[in-house]
């Protein structure tokens, strides 16, 4: 099993900053790809940003050159940079692992409220 943990979130004015944390505990060997996906009120979960194993990152277009996603390797944490925000920007963010190409793991979800 691989447990997820974020923190991070909050309430912030558009334009401001906000950094996620996700800590990976558990079973942590085989992880090929991390990631945070975020769901807004009334819709679907989305791929915000990605990281496989090699360190190659992928980007919602909507993010892309405000949003930064890295690891820190000895931390076991997973971070998403988020600046510029904007009010779509809001919505509770999820922080993904997936194992061995085959289980997925979630986190519990962080609240992101960007206001006008």
């Known amino acids: 099993q691989v447990q997820l943990v974020e923190s991070g979130g909050g309430l912030v004015q558009a334009g401001g900053s906000l950094r996620l944390s996700c800590v990976v505990s558990g079973r942590i060997y085989g992880i090929n790809a991390m990631g945070w996906y975020r769901q807004a009120p009334g819709k679907q979960r989305e791929l915000v940003a990605g990281?496989?194993?090699?360190?190659?990152?992928n980007y919602a277009d909507s993010v892309k050159g405000r949003f930064t996603i890295s690891t820190d390797n000895a931390k076991n944490t997973v971070y998403l940079q988020m600046n510029s925000l904007k009010p779509e920007d809001t919505g509770v963010y999820y922080c993904h692992v997936q194992r061995a190409f085959t289980t997925d793991y979630w986190g519990q979800g962080t609240q992101v409220t960007v206001s006008s």
């Open positions: 990281i496989t194993s090699s360190g190659r990152t």
